[in-house]
Nanobody
Framework: QVQLQESGPGLVKPSQTLSLTCTVSGGSITTNYYYWSWIRQPPGKGLEWIGYIAYSGSTYYSPSLKSRTSISRDTSKNQFTLQLSSVTPEDTAVYYC????????????WGQGTQVIVSS
């Protein structure tokens, strides 16, 4: 059973960098063929895909967030990390990490989500 757990600060000041880590257990983040994604849900809105890091280590980001987003990984800890720079209150959301099957594009495992509020 694969489990994902998000961690990071729940409050970030405007203009700072949001940093969240997803710790994966029950499966390796280097196993073929999965994407390890970050997804968020602002209050009262739908899910918004942020980006992923693939089993190979390659990354792909949402065009609307690409200039501010970086996703990296630590294979020794089986973790992947989201950094979102220059945050504004519009980045307030519940942030999720999830695993996506490359072949079917199905998200089969999710973290429980972590609330991040951007406020001074």
């Amino acid at each position: 059973q694969v489990q994902l757990q998000e961690s990071g600060p729940g409050l970030v000041k405007p203009s700072q960098t949001l940093s969240l880590t997803c710790t994966v257990s029950g499966g390796s983040i280097t196993t073929n063929y999965y994407y390890w994604s970050w997804i968020r849900q602002p209050p009262g809105k739908g899910l918004e895909w942020i980006g992923y890091i693939a089993y190979s280590g390659s990354t792909y980001y949402s065009p609307s967030l690409k200039s501010r987003t970086s996703i990296s990984r630590d294979t020794s800890k089986n973790q992947f990390t989201l950094q979102l720079s220059s945050v504004t209150p519009e980045d307030t959301a519940v942030y999720y990490c999830a695993r996506e099957k490359v072949v079917t594009t199905e998200y089969d495992y999710w973290g429980q989500g972590t609330q991040v509020i951007v406020s001074s």
